[in-house]
């Protein structure tokens, strides 16, 4: 397999046989059935709390177990969401499942999330029962917008098992008959010399004088937000939304689990075998990763809307489980990084049940036609779907 997680997978079993360095996640045993952010949950889970969180909303447990955790993740904006040194303590006290159960919580009860929560879930029913407004909306725009993809790592050499190049997503916008084109990044190449790639990709489109939307998908989020820094590309009015789907924003842990002697031999091995640059794989790490996010400032015209998928335990596929008991213990994550990192300023959409590879969700293609109605909409209660169209694009330099 051409995809380095499956490949360090596998060197990491081997090398796991010899020397305990990570724990194994504990297997699911609770069952849990509910609701959670307008999704229903049917799944097992880690713990007893965790499934009373799922089944009862926290109503019948305990009342000091209550307090403490209403206490400790109470949201009432975006910037109250907890960081992850919160919510790995709450997976150190209680569980994983536990302290993705409060994520979930604490994210719905933020205004702005469920605003656009409740919208997609509206718009995924307009689309599953085959709406005729929906469809006359998204007709009425289409000439407006270009979409820009930017796929994610290995988005060529290993796209038919990780979806890495949108092409679903991509055939599905292009045949509600809208513009799309995709940003052909090097395949397994940096973050910075991907958001090159981008910022030359958005001169370019600017000239079209359409409105356009970015969409990003993995290791194409880190590239999204370094090339928003380039102040040609974050000051132009034509520039308006942003869908972050499962973007590695401050990178993944994975590969930080790997730097440390004698473990870093293995990665350099793998990167060695399949033709990778070392340092280009280490610009997904968590370590590199955090300290370029800081300086990451959203252009104000921009609407982002994240997408992300938030597992259970029980809910891990296959290709997400390589991976998820290495993370499980720092706290929610989607099988290659953390819940928490993977949100930019904004809106965000909560794929509850679905891991990091939502490519392999069977509804991806009524959940892409419903994403985006939910864009254009959010664009435009912003106000930059309108003024964007008066803006001159700029000549390029």
Known sequence: M??????IAVCFSLFSLSCSTFAVAPASGFSAKGVLAGIE?????DSEIASQLIVTGGQRLLDAVSRDLSNRLSCDSVSDIPDTDSLREITAEYSADTATAVLIR???????????????LAELAARRSGDAAQAAYLAANADEYLILVVPGWGYQSS???????????REIINGLGFETHLVEVEDNGSVEGGADILVTALLQHFQSGKKIILVSASSGGPTVALALNNPAVAKNPLLVGWLNIC??????????????????LLLRAVAFFEGWDYHDLLSLSRSQSELRYRTFSPPPQLTIVNYIGIP??????EMGSLFYGILKEQGPNDGLTLISDALAPGYTIMAVGIDHFVNNDPEIDLKTAALLPVLLKLIEASGTGRTATAAVAPPLG
């Not at 051409?2 to 490949?7: D, E, L, P």
């Not at 949950?41 to 889970?45: E, G, K, L």
């Not at 604490?106 to 997609?120: A, D, G």
């Not at 401050?250 to 870093?264: E, H, Y």
């Open 159 to 169: 796209a038919d098992e990780t979806g890495a190049d949108l092409a679903k997503p």
């Open 247 to 264: 973007g590695v924003l401050r990178g993944s842990p994975v590969i930080d689990a790997f730097l440390p002697w004698p473990n870093a």
């Open 2 to 7: 051409k995809y380095f997680i499956t490949v």
């Open 41 to 45: 949950v049917d799944t097992a889970v």
């Open 106 to 120: 604490c994210l719905s009860s933020i205004p702005r999330i469920r605003q656009s929560q409740q919208l997609y």
């Open 312 to 317: 259970f335990s029980g809910q891990v596929s």
